[in-house]
């Protein structure tokens, strides 16, 4: 007579050795994200963090505009992507630690912009006008720069923005 042992697929006591290769692999690939989820993040801009004024030497004010302020990293890197419009009265300063000659690009951002690169006292430098959405290409400062302005494109041409104009924000409380 034959007999027969019945081997259960699964064990019910787990093998260590398989568990010791699956939860680093499982806790690599929960960490893991794209840089797409990674700005997600980061707050929406509000427009509502301070005003900005672009102004002539003489002092005469050009515009004033609302302010979604950008000072971390997380949010300089997010910026406007997926930004879907922008009024006159809108933009968003970028704050950097350092003064350099870092640039801009417009990855993920669906509208058209103007960039306004500013010195540290404030002095315009270059603008980059009417930026192609969604490119990759590295848009420079013209010297270093300390501050970036992103308008709506045609902004600068609208108000009369030049390397002359000078920018003064405050913080809203």
């Known amino acids: 007579m034959t007999s027969f042992s019945f081997v259960p697929l699964f064990s019910p006591v787990p ?3 398989l568990l010791f290769l ?3 692999l499982i806790l690599a690939w929960a960490g893991c994200t794209t840089e797409e989820n990674r700005t997600t993040s980061v707050k929406e801009p509000t427009f509502q963090e301070g005003t900005l004024a672009f102004y002539r030497a003489g002092g005469d004010t050009l515009q004033t505009i609302n302010l979604a302020v950008a000072e971390s ?3 300089r890197k997010r910026g406007l992507m997926r930004q879907r419009s922008l009024g006159y009265d809108q933009g968003m300063l970028f704050i950097f630690d350092e003064v350099s000659e ?3 690009w417009m990855k993920s951002t669906p509208l ?3 960039i306004v690169f500013v010195a540290p006292d404030s002095q315009v430098i270059n603008i980059a006008r009417r ?3 969604f490119s990759e290409e590295t848009i420079e400062p013209a010297a ?4 970036v302005v992103e308008v709506r494109a045609g902004f600068a041409d609208r108000f009369g923005l030049t390397d002359s104009t000078r920018i003064r924000w405050t913080r809203a409380k």
């Open 15 to 17: 093998n260590t050795r």
């Open 131 to 133: 930026t192609t959405p």
């Open 144 to 147: 270093p720069r300390k501050f």
């Open 22 to 24: 699956l939860i680093p």
């Open 73 to 75: 990293d997380a949010e």
């Open 102 to 104: 870092g640039g801009m």
């Open 112 to 114: 058209p912009l103007d």
